[in-house]
Every structure is written in C-alpha cells, then in structure tokens.
C-alpha cells in the first residue's frame, strides 16, 4: 500500500466542493489512533466547523432554490432518456435492439450519473451529450424516435450550468476575504494531519500501521475523485469559453 498522500489542489476547489471534500476526509479520519493524531484530527475538524458556518450562509443564496429545482429536471431528463434507451432494447426491429444495445453501452460508461455531485453531473452529462452528437449515435437516436430527449437534456444542463455561473459570480462579489482565510486555516490542519499520519506510518508496526495504511488508502481515493473532477470542469469550462468565440455565450 501507498504510504503518501496523494495531492490536490485544495484553492482551486470552489467553496461548496471544498467543504464537501473535508466532510469526506474528515470521516475517514474520525478516531485515529495514537493519541497525538486525534488531537490533531480535533483541530482539524474545529477549523473546518469554522468554515463550513461561514459557507452555510452563502449558501442561503437566493439561487439555491433555483440550482436545486433545476438540477432536479436535469436528473428526471435523464432518467426518462435512459429508461427509453434500455426499454428499446427490445424494439420491435433487430436494428432498434442493435442501436438500442450500443446506447445503453455509452451510457453505462458514465456510471451512476443521477448520483453524482452536481458539478461532476453537468461534466458528465455534457460528454456524453459531445458523444450523442457523433453521426453514429444521431442515427442510432434517430431510428429510435428519441432524439428530443438529447436535445432537452442538453438545454436544461446548460441551464443549470448558466445558474451555477451566476452562483458563483454573486459569491464572488460577497466579501469572502473571511472565508478564504478560513479555507487556509481548514487546509493547514488537513495538510498538518496527513503529515503526521504519514510519520506515523512509517514507525508504526503491525496492525496500526495497516489500519494507517487503510486510511491513507480511502484517503487518496476520495484525493482523486476531486482531482478528477477539477480535470472536467477546467475542460469544460474551456469548450464553454471556445463556444463564446465562436458566437455564443461563454463563461465570463
């Protein structure tokens, strides 16, 4: 097993997926021994509480309603767009089956999209909506009679992305200054604590350097989990702007 933290780039992550990804780690930490790691861990988790009050109140946004009912649609769109998908598997033609089969193939790489956070949702959705556009899959959606449903998916993702947008830009305009040193403060205890467990691992024996190892383990799985959602939303974010210089609206 590895006996290093991997690393993420904590100030990228914008406040609701920061707080989001402590919470996670935060539980995995949760009674660590030896004795001197928990009273790191106890600062740690003091420091994030700081944090996530302040983010509480941003999030009482007047676009959190709006973000929750539309995410929501996006969700139902989906759900309906695949359900159709696998109930034509047994379409009446041997063509609708076979064209049927190959989209439920798509969709199945994406995982459990409907679970997913709602940054890694709009990521996923808009690739798989960069695939259904190939002229395979038009025709394929075509033969099947459901073209529509890419169609509405595809506006009502953009919709939520367009309202994260505005989210974001009136955060932006709150004064954060708080917030971000709170952040700073929240991100040192975490560093501080993966630094110690790691010291730990190494002179630890036994069974508590397994369980260490384990942690460090469940640790760096959650690391890339963020680490690739930051790669989708930075690509995204660079075909919305590459949208914008080709006449429609990008992200400002």
């Known amino acids: 097993m590895k006996e290093k ?146 169609v509405q998916l595809g506006a009502a993702n953009k919709i939520f992305s367009d309202l994260m947008g505005e989210r974001y830009r009136e955060m932006a305009r709150r004064p954060t200054g708080k917030l971000v040193d709170l952040r700073k403060v929240t991100d040192g205890k975490y560093r501080l604590l993966c630094s110690a467990i790691e010291y730990h691992v190494l002179i630890s024996t036994g069974a508590a350097q397994e369980g260490l190892l384990k942690t460090v383990a469940l640790v760096n799985a959650v690391v890339e989990r963020y680490n690739w959602l930051l790669k989708q939303r930075v690509g995204y974010n660079l075909r919305r702007n590459k949208k914008g210089v080709n006449g429609e609206q990008g992200l400002t």
Do not use: C
């Open 5 to 150: 933290f991997n690393g993420l780039a904590l100030s990228r992550l914008h406040n609701e997926l920061h707080a989001q990804f402590h919470d996670e780690v935060l539980h995995i930490f949760a009674n660590l021994p030896p004795a001197e790691l928990s009273v790191i861990y106890n600062s740690y988790a003091t420091a994030f509480e700081a944090e996530i009050a302040l983010v509480d109140e941003v999030r009482k946004s007047g676009f959190t309603r709006e973000i929750v009912l539309q995410n929501n649609l996006r969700t139902r769109i989906f759900r309906g767009f695949y359900g159709l998908v696998k109930s034509n598997i047994y379409h009446y033609t041997a063509n609708g089956s076979k064209a049927a089969v190959s989209l439920k193939i798509l969709f199945d790489n994406y995982g459990k999209v409907s679970r997913k956070d709602m940054d890694a949702k709009t990521a996923v959705i808009d690739d798989l909506l960069k695939e259904l556009a190939k002229e395979n899959r038009v025709e394929e959606l075509a033969l099947l009679g459901i073209g529509e449903w890419a």
